[in-house]
């Protein structure tokens, strides 16, 4: 085979073999959302036997960075001592040619109490801090009854 020739078999080969090559998409570009403000609501308990289970929420509001962004499910919470952090995030698609206004939002996110003794908690959302605080005992509650009447109190 003459140079030309080979030049140019090898120059087809290195462009097939390109084009073979699988692209993987990447993902959706993600950044936490701003949080204007962070109420805690809803400390609620309830007897169920001897267990006693508390629940709250995170009552949050504040702003998308972009039209076409939209919030990531669910989000993400995790414990260090006595903070507990939930983290919003949000995601643009590639390519996406929304608005660029922020966007008003409100979310209401439960927060993730299992296994946390009574106590004064702090909740960190974004960077927004509000108290938290499990009582020590359902006598704070009044009406609150067990499920069950035979149940230790």
């Not at 692209?23 to 007897?47: G, M």
Request: aromatic share 6%.
């Amino acid at each position: 085979m003459n140079l030309p020739l080979r030049l140019l078999f090898a120059s087809g080969l290195a462009m097939a073999a390109a084009a073979c090559q699988t692209i993987h998409p990447t993902p959706p570009l993600t950044q936490a959302v701003q949080v204007e403000t962070l109420e805690i609501s809803e400390v609620t308990s309830s007897v169920s036997g001897a267990q006693v289970t508390h629940s709250a929420y995170a009552d949050v509001t504040g702003y998308l960075s972009n039209a076409a962004a939209s919030m990531v499910d669910p989000p993400r919470q995790w414990r260090k001592g006595y903070r507990l952090y939930i983290e919003l995030l949000e995601q643009m698609p590639h390519n996406a040619m929304g608005a660029t206004m922020l966007v008003p939002f409100e979310r209401r996110v439960p927060v993730d109490l299992t296994g946390l003794k009574p106590g004064v908690f702090i909740v960190n959302v974004n960077g927004k801090e509000e108290h938290l605080e499990i009582p020590d005992s359902v006598d704070q509650y009044p009406g609150l009854t067990p499920s069950n009447p035979y149940a230790a109190p």
